[in-house]
């Protein structure tokens, strides 16, 4: 168990044995929310276009590739030195290509993670106000993220999850501005 969920469930039971602080507590299943979202779905089907598409692209790349090393390979016997060396040196530049191509569309920092920032971190951003919107209306004092395992137990009484989806849902908590409705 790493330190955080260490801590957070020390301090939960701490919280729960006490009676000085009777806490009023609640939790939300974040990976629940996100796969009933629908807001959170056409942006992860718009990802997986992009993903599948960048795929395409590379398998297409590789298969150009292989045939390039095959040909080689066939023809070597009827190929001059000179003629064997340009076509080995076209086949290390359609090499350097793909990689190139892998890193630029699906590397750490590649096209496909900033598309991936820009489409979920907004509805990231919108859930997590909502919560806390919820959490001050209801008085809460806690709201745990049960899917990041930092909540060892609690009674389903304090699950807000479905309150978190259907107001999502409903498009409360923001207006067309995005911001939060008061």
């Not at 056409?42 to 599948?52: G, P, S």
């Amino acid at each position: 168990m790493n330190f955080k969920k260490y801590l957070a469930v020390i301090t939960l039971a701490i919280m729960l044995a006490i009676p000085a602080f009777a806490q009023k507590l609640a939790y939300v299943q974040s990976q629940r929310i996100l796969s009933e979202y629908q807001e959170f779905i056409d942006a992860q089907n718009k990802l997986d276009k992009i993903r599948n598409g960048y795929d395409a692209e590379y398998q297409k790349m590789l298969k150009e590739y292989n045939d390039m090393l095959q040909e080689i390979d066939s023809q070597s016997l009827l190929l001059s030195p000179e003629k064997k060396q340009e076509k080995t040196r076209q086949a290390q530049e359609k090499a350097m290509a793909i990689e190139k191509f892998k890193y630029d569309k699906l590397g750490p920092e590649g096209e496909f993670y900033k598309k991936s920032q820009e489409l979920t971190k907004p509805i990231i951003d919108k859930i997590n106000k909502l919560i806390s919107k919820i959490g001050e209306d209801e008085g809460y004092d806690f709201i745990f993220d049960a899917s990041s395992g930092a909540l060892v137990h609690a009674l389903p009484k304090y699950d807000i999850t479905d309150k978190v989806i259907e107001a999502l849902n409903k498009g409360a908590g923001t207006t067309t501005s995005g911001k939060s409705k008061k």
